[in-house]
């Protein structure tokens, strides 16, 4: 339906982060999904994307989940909103569990489950991940805090990187282009979603 309607380019990504995220993100911690899943998901919402012109084929993907005013199209990818929210749950039991007796009973029940089951065990991996993606070596550092901005960091560290894709954000980098003027169309989302999709494809096949 938010594909189909006549909303701007940016206004259909707005939409797609407050009416069908929060529909899956209530059920991270609860329900027991795998992370093939949750990546799976993504995909088919890509695949829609492209359906209705919002995503070219020859676009990057993690452009796709690049904040706007840093480049990308500023779209909440469930891999990330699902490892964040997981962090999110295992830090509140870390530090409440002194304080409230069923936050602790919970803890406690939470560090018997098999790995694939328990969100602290979770959490734990994916942090060891986090770390190692960022070039950290003490698996403590940051804790859990920013888990969310620092998966923003990988996405665009990923995009970056490639060596087709990354010429335009690398360039930016180099100040070759104006930062502010080229991300300014991006951050108003005036344009039609079609027609941002083929300026972004072009970007990234400069």
């Not at 990504?13 to 999904?33: E, Q």
């Not at 409440?96 to 790995?115: A, G, L, M, R, W």
């Not at 039609?192 to 072009?202: F, G, L, P, Y």
């Amino acid at each position: 339906m938010i594909l189909k309607s006549e909303l701007n380019a940016r206004n259909k990504i707005t939409a797609t982060g407050a009416l069908v995220v929060p529909v899956l993100r209530y059920s991270f911690g609860i329900i027991n999904w795998r992370i093939e899943e949750i990546q799976q998901i993504d995909r088919k919402i890509r695949k829609m994307l492209t359906m209705y012109k919002m995503h070219h084929p020859e676009a990057d993907t993690d452009r796709l989940y690049v904040k706007r005013k840093e480049g990308g199209r500023g779209l909440v990818q469930f891999e990330a909103a699902y490892k964040a929210e997981i962090n999110n749950i295992a830090e509140y039991l870390n530090t409440k569990y002194k304080e409230d007796q069923f936050v602790n009973i919970v803890k406690v029940h939470e560090s018997t489950q098999p790995n694939m089951n328990s969100i602290l065990k979770s959490a734990t991996k994916i942090l060891e991940e986090l770390n190692q993606l960022n070039g950290m070596n003490d698996a403590k550092q940051d804790g859990m805090q920013n888990t969310k901005g620092r998966l923003g960091e990988v996405l665009k560290k990923k995009w970056k990187n490639k060596v087709m894709h990354g010429q335009y954000i690398r360039n930016m980098d180099r100040q070759l282009i104006s930062e502010e003027d080229t991300f300014l169309r991006l951050l108003k989302g005036d344009l039609k979603a079609e027609t941002e999709s083929k300026i972004v494809a072009a970007q990234d096949q400069r």
